[in-house]
């Protein structure tokens, strides 16, 4: 009996989970904009045609938006919420592959979120300033890079020179974003000590700034 009550109670987490609700707030509104908090997350900006985590808004004005929830119509005033079951099957919504991925600024005024290299997951940061994405040795070595089979070359860091590694990334993927062949450099050491989203990954990018937010959309 005990044993037939615990399958019981992990099936109903595992269906709760499965079919949790999807919740969005409505925060701000603006003509063909939205400022949405999402299933308590922090505030985002949508625009019309937008999706986020099975939320895309259609239309809004100052008065009211109007959104689909799950493959649900729902039209939301300003502090109105709405709260729509996900289905089994998710929608098919401009929210599948490639579709564009917000970032907002931290105290600092950086863009920092995870991404995953060879599917393990790494924090990043946007990095204008990086030639290429650059990552230190032991996350490297964490996504399965052979590095050494790169070519060696020598890098001016702020901690000075370091010797790194000029290797190519199978697959990198932000949010929804895949990007395929990325070239990096490895460097020895744990330095930097975050992943840098720096060119060769941003030249394939459209990077669109909105005071605290960054909407990185995928061009080829």
């Given at each position: 009996m005990k044993i037939k009550a615990l399958v019981l109670l992990v099936a109903s987490v595992f269906a709760s989970i499965a079919f949790a609700d999807t919740r969005v707030n409505v925060v701000g509104l603006f003509n063909n904009k939205a400022l949405v908090i999402i299933n308590g997350g922090s505030p985002q900006s949508l625009s019309a045609g937008q999706t986020s985590n099975g939320v895309k808004l259609i239309s809004a004005d100052s008065t009211s938006g109007t959104f689909i929830v799950e493959g649900k119509r729902q039209v939301l005033k300003m502090g109105q919420a709405a709260s729509v079951a996900a289905s089994a099957v998710p929608a098919n919504s401009d929210g599948g592959p490639n579709s564009p991925v917000t970032l907002y600024a931290d105290a600092n005024g950086h863009f920092l979120?995870?991404?995953?290299?060879?599917?393990?997951?790494?924090?990043?940061?946007?990095?204008?300033?990086?030639?290429?994405?650059?990552?230190?040795?032991?996350?490297?070595?964490?996504?399965?890079?052979?590095?050494?089979?790169?070519?060696?070359?020598?890098?001016?860091?702020?901690?000075?020179?370091?010797?790194?590694?000029?290797?190519?990334?199978?697959?990198?993927?932000?949010?929804?974003?895949?990007?395929?062949?990325?070239?990096?450099?490895?460097?020895?050491?744990?330095?930097?000590?975050?992943?840098?989203?720096?060119?060769?990954?941003?030249?394939?990018?459209?990077?669109?700034?909105?005071?605290?937010?960054?909407?990185?959309?995928?061009?080829?």
């Open positions: 979120g995870n991404l995953s290299i060879n599917g393990v997951s790494l924090k990043y940061l946007v990095d204008t300033g990086a030639t290429t994405v650059a990552l230190n040795s032991g996350d490297a070595k964490y996504a399965k890079i052979d590095y050494e089979k790169g070519q060696r070359v020598n890098m001016s860091t702020a901690n000075g020179v370091v010797s790194a590694y000029l290797v190519t990334l199978n697959t990198l993927k932000i949010g929804t974003i895949v990007l395929n062949n990325v070239q990096a450099t490895v460097n020895e050491g744990g330095s930097p000590a975050v992943v840098l989203l720096g060119m060769t990954a941003q030249n394939r990018l459209d990077l669109k700034r909105e005071n605290s937010i960054l909407t990185l959309t995928k061009k080829y």
